[in-house]
Each structure stands twice: as structure tokens, then as C-alpha cells.
């Protein structure tokens, strides 16, 4: 991928750009906790987004995304993301990082990916992150990877409107070859566990649904939480989110907050707990436990917090029947997009048709399966040859 994006950027710019990576993400399991200061489970993975930067002397910048093949330009001057465009995220942390006096000068930039779209692993994230990476080595500026994980997740509050926690641009910027992350999104920092499953593999099913009012939903969820914190408060002492209640005050808890609020409360608790057996059981190479930990994730996140959807429960379900997969669950912010699964790696084929008739025979949708790899987080790839 890195040569289609050098190319253009030398064939349009006619200059020798600096090239960085950041990767997709996956998450093993910890779902809708980070956004509550919660613990999470993701990895990097192979796939990802490059962007080709270098300064131009002017005072504008211009774009061109492989990916859409079409150009944009925007003045420094007179920044103005919008939601909607693919340029809102250049924009986006541009515009932070100038707010955060780093001072970014025009620049022409050229980007693409082999994320599929639609499929959960988090582009967008990969995007920021892969710009602010970029922007950080061009000019020099030694930004920690931790803030442009940070300006990452601002840019989605405030110009793509979805509240969204630091897991995604977390993952992209700090991943590691071969490791999962366990994530505490509170002091935001990690502990890289290896994620080894023998012979077993990860396999992404995207449903190919993306429900409308996703991103509704999850702010919902998200106020929710905040809701119960408010009223728990009062009884428990000292809790700054649902993270700090152990589940062995559940029944106190279900007293406390209405039928509508309790079972979003129970899987924020629940889930964290779950996040903690889960890399135990990954450390101890347990992993039927580890299968069934996703699996009580998916029931959980379905039943309890009401993020999945009739084609993902379908999908899970399925895999649940199959002996040769460990674990199903959906995966990422829910009404739409993949399952993860473990899958034995020698019976993926059979695994594959299983699903795919199944599936389309319920939905009328073949679904796409797409095998990850845990790969490494951010990093520039190419320095550029000679700069303006
Ligand atoms: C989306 C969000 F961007 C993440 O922050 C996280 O909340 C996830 O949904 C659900 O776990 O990917």
C-alpha cells in the first residue's frame, strides 16, 4: 500500500513525502467500558491507514484520499471541519493541534487504507491517529503518542458528534505485534499481554449492516451510564464511574436504579470483571474460558446494554453451534458491522460456508470474512528525501 500512496502523492505534489502507518484495531473483549473510565482488550492489526505528508510554503493545505479519489483544499486560516467529510479529520486535528500550540504550516497530504469499510475496525481512529502521527514527524514537533491518541478521540466528540472513548485511537497508536493491550482507560495505560491461541485464528464476519441511528445510540448509552453514576452516588461513596462498583454489590445496585437503567449499569460491571478473567485466562493459555468469557460478553451486550442487532446475535448464535470455534461475540460500538471469532485454523473453510449460507439464507446479505493478524501501532515508515 505504500507505494500507490508515494506515487500519487510524488505524481501530484511532485515532492519526496514522509509516510506514516497506523493500524486498524480489534478488541478481544471489554466493550462500551472505556467511555466509563472501564478496562478494554484490543490489538492492533495489520490493516490500516498510510498518509504521505510534506510541507508546501503556503498557507493552505491539499488533500487527496486514494480511497474516494478526490481532492480537497482547505485554508489554515479559516479552518472549518464539518461532519460528514472525509477531510473533517485532517481538519479536525489540525485544528487541535493548533489549539494545543503546535503550529501546524500548509502541507499536501495523500492518504489511503485496506481497511474494508463498514467493517469495525475502526478507520476513522486509525485516520486520526495516522495524520497525527504525519504531522508530528514533519514538523518535528515529538508529540507523545498518548496525545495524539487523546487529540484522536476529541476530534471524533467535536466533528464527527459521536462521544466515543479512547480505545480505537488508543489501540492504533500504542499497538504491538503478537500483544494485546489491557487497557485501563482511566490512567490510560496498558499492560501488552501476548495473544496466543494455538491453533486457533481470529476471523472477522461482517454483517454488512449498519444500522441508522448508531450513533444516537451510543451517546444514549453513554449518558446512560452517566445517569446511574449520579444517582448511585449517594449510596456508594467515593465511585467516579460504574468501573468502581464490584459486581458483588449488584443486588444493591438493582435496588438503587430503574428497570430501564440497571441492565445498561450491570454490563459496564459485569464486562470490566470480564475484561480481567479474560486476559488471565489468555496469560494461562485457558481458552475455552477465554471463548466463553466472549460469549457471555455478546449475551450481555445484547440482552443487557441492547447494542447488537437481529444479524449480529444471528451470527454469534451460529458460531456458538460450530465445535471448532472458542469464542463469538460482536465486536466495537454495536447495530452493525463484525463478529470476532476464534476459529480452529484448519476447518476456517468449513467455518466460512457454514456461515455464509446460513446467513444469507436468514438475511439475503453474504457476509464478508475477513482474517486479522495483531500487528504493531503507529510509526513513520519513510522519512522524506528532501523537504520544501
Ligand atoms: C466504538 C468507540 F469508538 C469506542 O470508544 C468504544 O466505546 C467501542 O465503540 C465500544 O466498545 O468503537
Redesign the pocket.
Known sequence: MINPIQTTFRNLFESSPLISFAPGRI?LI??????QEGF?FPAAVKQGIWVAIQKNGLKSCRLYSLDFDQEFTFELDTLSPKKGHWATYVMGMVALLNQAGYSVSGFDMVFGGNIPVGS?L?SS?ALSVAIGTAISGLFGFEIPKKSIALYG?KS?HLFAG?K?????PYASAFGAKGKALLLDCRSNTHEEIPAEFGDYSLILVNSKVKHSLADTA?NKRREACEESVRLLSAHFPGIVTLRDIPSADMEKVETLLSAELYPKAKHLITECERVHEAAAALKLGNLSLFGELLKASHLSLSKDYEVSCPELDFLAEKSWEITDVIGSRMM???FGGCTINLVKSSRIMDFESRISSAYSARFGIVPDFIPVQIGSGASILKEPADTK
Open positions: 478488541n471489554g466493550e462500551h467500558t472505556d467511555y478494554v469495525g475502526s481512529a478521540q471524533e459521536v466515543c472513548g479512547i480505545m480505537d451510543y466495537g460500538g454495536g
